[in-house]
Structures are given as C-alpha cells and as structure tokens.
C-alpha cells in the first residue's frame, strides 16, 4: 500500500515522460479508477481518504499539493516516489486508458447516478464527506 501523494508523484511522472501530461483534476480521477481497480482485488492502493467534492472523488492532500497548477497540466518531476514493479503494470493500465480522456468524460464517469460519489455527495449535501471504500468497491 501506498500514500496517495507517493502514487500521485509517480502518475505525474508517467504521464510526463510518455508526453501526456494531466491536470490536477484528471490525477484525481485516476487515483480514484487506481483505489476501485486495488479494492476489488481485495486490497487497497493508497490509505488516504477519498471524499466527494463538487467535481467528483477528491483526495484533498493530492489536490492541495498540485493545487497551484489550477487547469494547466502538472509539469513537476523532480519529486522522488516509490513504486513497486508489480503494481506500475497495472497501474500503467489504468493511466494509459484514462489519461486520454476528456477531463469532463472522467468526471462524468465518476458522477454516475447510484455510483458511490453521488451516493454521497447527495447533491451537495456531503460535499466533502468521506466515500467509503467498501461502497467504492461494492459501486464505483
């Protein structure tokens, strides 16, 4: 298991040196298709929490630490990480597939009606509540 924020500097990273750098909100995204596809393996890929914010899933120490790029993709590499082998395969996966996606394709994947972000955002009536990770798993 991973921190989000060591995850995140190795998804910048990736994305960068492949020439498909992504903004703040697509990193979000991703850690949150990263944190579903780890759960329903039975295992978790970061311990941070994620909460639902207006714009979808959120890991607010991830969004607060690439913050200052606002849009613009993220153009820092020179933060060090730590992945192991195993993990970049799959996680290489889930990047190379969401990346190129539309930032708002991704947040409305992320919006779907009954999926755990709209179960607890509630139409702004959890903004910035916790999604849990079993209801993650259990409905994305």
Known sequence: MYTAINLSKY???KCIEDGHPIS???LQKILY???KDFL???DLAFSDDIEAWQFGPVVP???YHYCGYGAMPISSTHETY???STDKAVI???VESK???APWTMVAETHKPNGAWDQIYKKGLGNHHVIPTDLIKAVG
């Open 61 to 63: 120490n991830v969004y």
């Open 33 to 35: 298709y990263i944190q």
């Open 99 to 101: 990346r190129i996606l």
């Open 11 to 13: 998804i910048v990273f």
């Open 92 to 94: 290489d996966t889930i």
């Open 40 to 42: 329903c393996r039975d």
């Open 24 to 26: 703040n909100l697509q």
């Open 82 to 84: 730590e992945v192991d």
